[in-house]
């Protein structure tokens, strides 16, 4: 199986448009790369690729990216857009995918109720294509194609519901991906509040977990003086302090575990700071724009 970030920031990216933090501040003078917002591509052959989720970014990121360009006529090896979630910056994208002939998407119910009824996204890009919704199930294994198969499971999170769905279960979810050919698992996790027991479970073991690292602190946003809250508040695991996603995940015999979904306040941004020392110290890595994974 092999796995293209094709963003690794969270919301935003970084740097953010209209802020001016110090890792902002940094990154704009040169002293980290700037990254586009979360979403990764999938395949198990090279030739069919599987999109989770489809940031606003989407179309820069296809285009730095040879494996998802078209062969010759307007055919692309992009086969399907899974998604963890209905937030912005993980769907917005789908719009700018409106040439396709037809899209393939695949979304728990929560999620396509919010999409369709809530934001309006699927129904205004069901004017331009033709929109295939494949109903995702929690638990359920599903094959994808191209040697390519998925679990989603149920990830709980008490965000703020923004469009008011109602629905809890499936609001949320990452993905368990296998390689049907080598067997090679590949656990995407871009948002994450707390690592239940459920959650470890499927996390345990896995070749290479993709994980939200969105803030370093928990009340890194607050120190800054840019939020009111807290990362758990907007359901994101913090990765430093002893319950934080390091010291936990440092137990789960995970091969390879890669921080994604980067807020642009996270010091781990950048190569010289204490910070990215302690995470790349515990064997765990900092995702970037274009890294490719084998699994």
């Known amino acids: 199986m092999f796995v293209r970030v094709l963003g690794s920031a969270a919301g935003g990216g970084s740097p953010q448009w209209n802020c001016g933090c110090p890792v902002c501040a940094a990154v704009r003078s040169g002293a980290g790369p700037p990254r586009t917002q979360s979403s990764i591509a999938v395949s198990a052959d090279r030739r069919q690729w599987f999109l989770v989720n489809a940031s606003p970014d989407v179309r820069t990121q296809i285009e730095a990216f040879p494996g998802l360009h078209p062969r010759g006529d307007r055919t692309t090896p ?6 963890t979630d ?3 910056d993980h769907t917005l994208g789908l719009l700018l995918l409106r040439e396709a002939r037809a899209l393939r ?3 728990t119910p929560a999620v396509h109720k919010v999409l369709c009824d809530g934001s309006g ?3 205004t ?3 331009y294509c033709s929109v295939e919704w494949r109903p995702v199930v929690p638990g359920a294994g599903v094959s994808l194609g191209g040697g390519l198969s998925c679990r989603a499971f149920d990830v709980p999170t008490t965000k703020r519901d923004r469009f008011g769905s109602g629905e809890n279960h499936g609001r949320v979810v990452g993905y368990r991906l ?4 080598g067997g090679g698992t590949l656990v995407y996790l871009p948002g994450v509040q707390a690592l239940t027991p459920a959650l470890r479970a499927e996390i345990e073991g896995c070749d290479c ?13 607050i120190r800054l003086g840019l939020a009111g809250k807290t990362s758990r508040e907007m359901g994101h695991l913090p990765i430093d ?13 995970v091969r390879r575990t890669i921080f994604v979904h980067l807020n642009n306040t996270n010091p781990i941004l950048l190569e010289d700071t204490p910070e990215r020392r302690v995470v790349e110290d515990n064997g765990m890595e900092v995702a970037m724009d274009g890294l490719e994974v084998e699994v």
């Open 178 to 181: 296998t390689g049907e050919r």
């Open 105 to 107: 998407l695949y979304a």
């Open 209 to 221: 977990l993709l994980v939200d690292g969105t803030c370093w602190r928990d009340d890194e946003l």
């Open 241 to 253: 302090g002893a319950d934080g996603s390091l010291a936990q995940l440092a137990s789960m015999g």
């Open 86 to 88: 209905a937030e912005l």
């Open 125 to 127: 890009l069901e004017r």
């Open 78 to 83: 992009l086969e399907a857009v899974l998604l």
């Open 121 to 123: 996204l699927v129904r």
